[in-house]
């Protein structure tokens, strides 16, 4: 059987903020890691570690300074934001950055599936998209297969959030970046999100990276965990020992 590539591969990547001043800060410091299809990576790390850095040279925000990224078997790492949206999406911590608040649920929908190529406006049929995107809306249990006429911007943000990430998952993307996706919302909502992406993410099978700051979610959620302290990966546990793992011990190896 021939083994699948790896989603993602990064290879000895660095990231020096403000070089060769007073304030240079050597953020990400020779960091390799390697995704595998199916892997759910939670990654967590104290503030200033690297762990938002990380994600935001994987998605394209920020360049490496040095190493290499390659993304579904391309190579990356000098590329945009929008050659790797061929392969990625990504959720923001911020529920009104993955939404346009000015247009309609049924609006926002078509967009995401225009980027996908699965649609155009011209092939555009309201009654019966609609009724798909009822469909697909009605999963969320959040009420919005009724509000498909209302602008975003009047959604609740657990409501703007998990819209968010339907239309971020409409594509089945090579890799889901979650970058702290439930950080802005309440504890009932975040958990609420938490569990709506767990059930799109096994349903789609869909390789996943996701920042948190929480240690719970870290533990509860994926099969795999990945700990960022000083710009370097400390930790990179899965499967049974990921299980295993305890909040104290975690507690343990932040303080160390």
């Given at each position: 059987?021939?083994?699948?590539?790896?989603?993602?591969?990064?290879?000895?990547?660095?990231?020096?903020?403000?070089?060769?001043?007073?304030?240079?800060?050597?953020?990400?410091?020779?960091?390799?890691?390697?995704?595998?299809?199916?892997?759910?990576?939670?990654?967590?790390?104290?503030?200033?570690?690297?762990?938002?850095?990380?994600?935001?040279?994987?998605?394209?925000?920020?360049?490496?300074?040095?190493?290499?990224l390659t993304l579904a078997g391309h190579?990356?790492?000098?590329?945009?934001?929008?050659?790797?949206?061929?392969?990625?999406?990504?959720?923001?911590?911020?529920?009104?950055?993955?939404?346009?608040?000015?247009?309609?649920?049924?609006?926002?929908?078509?967009?995401?599936?225009?980027?996908?190529?699965?649609?155009?406006?011209?092939?555009?049929?309201?009654?019966?998209?609609?009724?798909?995107?009822?469909?697909?809306?009605?999963?969320?249990?959040?009420?919005?297969?009724?509000?498909?006429?209302?602008?975003?911007?009047?959604?609740?943000?657990?409501?703007?959030?998990?819209?968010?990430?339907?239309?971020?998952?409409?594509?089945?993307?090579?890799?889901?970046?979650?970058?702290?996706?439930?950080?802005?919302?309440?504890?009932?909502?975040?958990?609420?999100?938490?569990?709506?992406?767990?059930?799109?993410?096994?349903?789609?099978?869909?390789?996943?990276?996701?920042?948190?700051?929480?240690?719970?979610?870290?533990?509860?959620?994926?099969?795999?965990?990945?700990?960022?302290?000083?710009?370097?990966?400390?930790?990179?546990?899965?499967?049974?020992?990921?299980?295993?793992?305890?909040?104290?011990?975690?507690?343990?190896?932040?303080?160390?």
């Amino acid at each position: 059987m021939n083994q699948q590539p790896a989603v993602l591969s990064v290879k000895h990547l660095q990231k020096v903020f403000f070089p060769g001043t007073v304030n240079e800060r050597h953020v990400l410091k020779d960091v390799s890691l390697t995704i595998e299809p199916g892997d759910f990576v939670a990654v967590i790390g104290n503030n200033g570690a690297g762990k938002s850095t990380l994600l935001n040279t994987i998605a394209g925000t920020l360049p490496a300074d040095a190493g290499q990224l390659t993304l579904a078997g391309h190579d990356v790492t000098r590329k945009s934001v929008a050659y790797r949206a061929k392969w990625l999406s990504r959720v923001f911590q911020d529920p009104k950055l993955g939404t346009a608040g000015e247009l309609s649920v049924s609006q926002n929908l078509t967009l995401a599936q225009r980027h996908t190529g699965s649609m155009s406006l011209r092939r555009y049929r309201q009654a019966s998209q609609d009724a798909t995107y009822r469909e697909l809306l009605k999963s969320l249990n959040m009420g919005l297969e009724d509000r498909l006429t209302t602008q975003v911007k009047y959604l609740s943000g657990g409501q703007r959030q998990a819209l968010s990430l339907l239309m971020a998952t409409l594509s089945q993307p090579d890799l889901l970046l979650l970058d702290e996706h439930t950080a802005a919302l309440d504890p009932q909502t975040s958990r609420q999100v938490m569990a709506l992406t767990q059930t799109i993410v096994e349903t789609h099978q869909l390789t996943t990276m996701m920042i948190t700051h929480k240690m719970s979610d870290a533990l509860a959620y994926g099969n795999r965990l990945v700990m960022v302290q000083d710009g370097q990966i400390k930790l990179d546990v899965r499967g049974a020992a990921k299980a295993n793992l305890q909040q104290d011990k975690l507690m343990a190896l932040f303080a160390e």
